[in-house]
């Protein structure tokens, strides 16, 4: 993860909007292309939080994430992106149980499960922690998403 995206990511949970206001002024493209399959999800999650044709960048980071997936990777949660966008509520909870599901079996292989990584995916957290503050319930609870943090997520 890069710092933009990890700074990205800490502006969500926190809520912070102070915080959000730089990375989402200097853009993805600030940060060299990585060329990995987190480079559309990036883009699609800067034009959501931008404003600025959210619905043209998340097909591709959907497109990018299947090939993600098919090249054995971490998949970025652009489906869960892709339902804030749409504001599918019901949506975005079943593709959250979906992305952390997703993410306990990417850790159980190999000598994944010792990744410093492993307890949470903070993609996944910080849009759930966005979705909260929006005002959505969210009502998938696992291991890998703090209750603590997403009830401190208050709706504005």
Known sequence: MSELSRAVAFALITGVRE??????LTGPTFARPDGSAF????????????????EAAAPRALQEAEQAKD???????AVLL????EGDEESFNLALADALE????????SDR???PDV????????LACH????????RVESPYLPQDLLRAAEPF
């Open 113 to 115: 499960e010792d990744d």
């Open 119 to 126: 307890s949470v995916k903070l993609d996944v957290l910080a």
């Open 131 to 138: 979705a909260r503050r929006r005002g959505w319930a969210i």
């Open 71 to 77: 090249w054995g990777f971490a998949m970025p949660p």
């Open 82 to 85: 892709s339902q804030l966008v």
């Open 19 to 24: 915080d959000l206001a730089p990375p989402v």
């Open 39 to 54: 480079t559309e999800y990036r883009k699609a999650l800067h034009a959501y939080l931008k404003g600025a044709e959210p």
């Open 102 to 109: 997703a993410h306990r079996a990417y850790y159980e292989v």
